[in-house]
């Protein structure tokens, strides 16, 4: 028996323009971003159902209609600014082909836009593409990220040092608590840029004596961004800068902060917190993992961050 999403596609299938409709939408657009630069369309073919489904639980736009994924070179504003060594930018951007509102609009009865959407750390305008994408331990789920590559690095070199500022600073119990059941963080974390399902939210959340929120960090497992020539998967560092980089560092600088804790609030009160924190974490995974399974959610790579599987172009 047919599932609603796999109804849902035939019909999209059936309403879809023709190839050659196809041809004349891709060749007649104009990919223009905020800053008035021009995308040349190089080639393009169907966005893949696994990609588009990441896109979509973010972008509701792109759960309907035909998506392409249009290789672009970006075009040079005057002779000036083309590169000497022969290097172009290259970005997948993405197209939504519907049906026009009238007869008398669009190609053959159909309208392509291209989809863009906002780095929230740059504020720049991007392709959905271009966004890093991110998983965690707990399920192999990928999800969008809301920045591009390059301004995810000023997170991953900051945020150890604010974790372990939190750790051995904190005044409330069950902040503490949460943080030690967690052990050493040395992956990125950040609950905007790299937000956790809201279906898990409460987990990573307490309240200290105050009752003021708190929130626990959720490190990544892996972090990737899709690569438009090699249309595949790049990895992308998530390990935290300035975090011990061995087993063996992460075992000692774990046990040196554990002492200055211990020191600090006693030896008995810090090993109560990890068990009693660790119990909670525990069972706070299981039900995270059933879920996950009950789904039968795809890996997509999600052991090494890459995503092996290679798309070919149409």
Not at 40 to 49: A, D, F, G, Q, W
Not at 122 to 146: A, D, I, K, M, R
Not at 260 to 279: N, P, V
Request: charged share 30%.
């Amino acid at each position: 028996m047919e599932d609603t999403v796999t109804r849902k596609r035939k019909r999209q299938e059936e309403e879809s323009p023709s190839l050659a409709t196809v041809e004349k939408l891709v060749s007649s657009v104009e990919i223009v971003d905020e800053d008035e630069n021009q995308y040349r369309v190089l080639s393009h073919k169907p966005l893949e159902e696994d990609r588009r489904a990441i896109y979509a639980r973010r972008f509701s736009e792109l759960d309907s209609g035909t998506i392409l994924a249009c290789k672009c070179e970006k075009e040079p504003e005057d002779e000036e600014e083309k590169p000497e060594n022969g290097d172009v930018q290259i970005v997948e951007h993405l197209l939504i082909i519907s049906k026009a509102s009238d007869d008398n609009s669009g190609v053959d009865g159909y309208v392509a836009r291209p989809f863009l959407t906002e780095c929230k750390i740059s504020y720049e305008e991007v392709s959905p593409t271009q966004l890093v994408e991110f998983c965690f331990s707990e399920s192999p789920e990928w999800h969008l990220g809301v920045s591009t590559r390059p301004f995810l690095e000023s997170f991953r070199r900051t945020k150890f040092g604010v974790w372990k500022n939190l750790l051995l600073t904190t005044t409330c119990k069950k902040t503490l608590r949460s943080l030690l059941a967690l052990g050493p963080i040395t992956h990125i974390f950040d609950r905007f840029a790299l937000p956790t399902p809201e279906e898990h939210k409460h987990l990573f959340e307490t309240l200290d004596e105050n009752g003021k929120k708190v929130f626990i960090p959720h490190p990544v497992k892996s972090l990737r961004v899709w690569n438009p020539n090699t249309l595949s998967y790049d990895p992308v560092e998530s390990r935290l800068e300035g975090s011990p980089d061995t087993k063996e560092a992460v075992a000692d600088f774990w046990e040196s902060i554990l002492s200055q804790l211990r020191t600090a609030h006693g030896k008995e009160f810090i090993d109560a917190l990890i068990k009693e924190g660790q119990e909670f974490l525990t069972q706070a995974k299981t039900k995270i993992e059933a879920a996950a399974a009950a789904t039968s959610l795809p890996t997509n790579g999600a052991e090494n961050g890459t995503g092996e599987k290679k798309m070919k172009s149409s």
